[in-house]
């Protein structure tokens, strides 16, 4: 989970930001040698990722050309992960399962899903500019 660990219940902070940050920087990396497009690092800012000084991490992106996403702090109506988890939280809400089997097809997320979240985005972006920055909500969110 991401900086996460869960069985103590408490973020790990810079360490494991840092060896987050080394997969996507690999993970860039790869895709620059299939299309030497610019490639941003989309971060979200919030403080309990363990990112909140400049320091190394800003360092390592630096070293190795990485540029992030530029967006508003606090901004889930911006991030096509909030579409991903809005489906998520549609098929349990409600649901009790009956095997370990149904639960984790209740937890597939197709890949279609995901590119439907992120075609999505450029109609979000403009209904946000229409509403000031109020939260706004769809039928895929």
């Known amino acids: 989970m991401g900086g996460w660990e869960a069985s ?3 973020s790990e902070g810079q360490g494991n930001a840092m060896t987050l940050l080394s997969i996507y920087v690999q993970a860039i990396e790869s895709m620059r040698e299939i299309d030497d497009k610019p490639w941003l690092l989309q971060k979200d ?3 309990s990722h363990g990112m909140r000084k400049v320091g190394l ?3 390592y992106k630096n070293a190795h050309n990485i540029q992030n996403l530029k967006h508003p702090a606090q901004s889930p109506d ?5 579409g991903i988890w809005a489906i998520l939280k549609q098929r349990i809400r409600d649901r009790s399962f009956d095997t370990e089997d149904e639960m984790k ?3 597939e997320i197709t890949m279609q899903e995901i590119r439907d979240r992120i075609a999505d985005m450029p109609r979000r972006c403009a209904e946000l500019r229409r509403s000031g920055g109020k939260p706004i909500r769809g039928n895929k969110w």
């Not at 911006?78 to 909030?82: A, K, Q, S, Y």
């Open 45 to 47: 800012g919030d403080p």
């Open 105 to 107: 097809e209740a937890d």
């Open 8 to 10: 103590r219940g408490r």
């Open 78 to 82: 911006c991030n096509p992960i909030e």
């Open 57 to 59: 991490a800003q360092e």
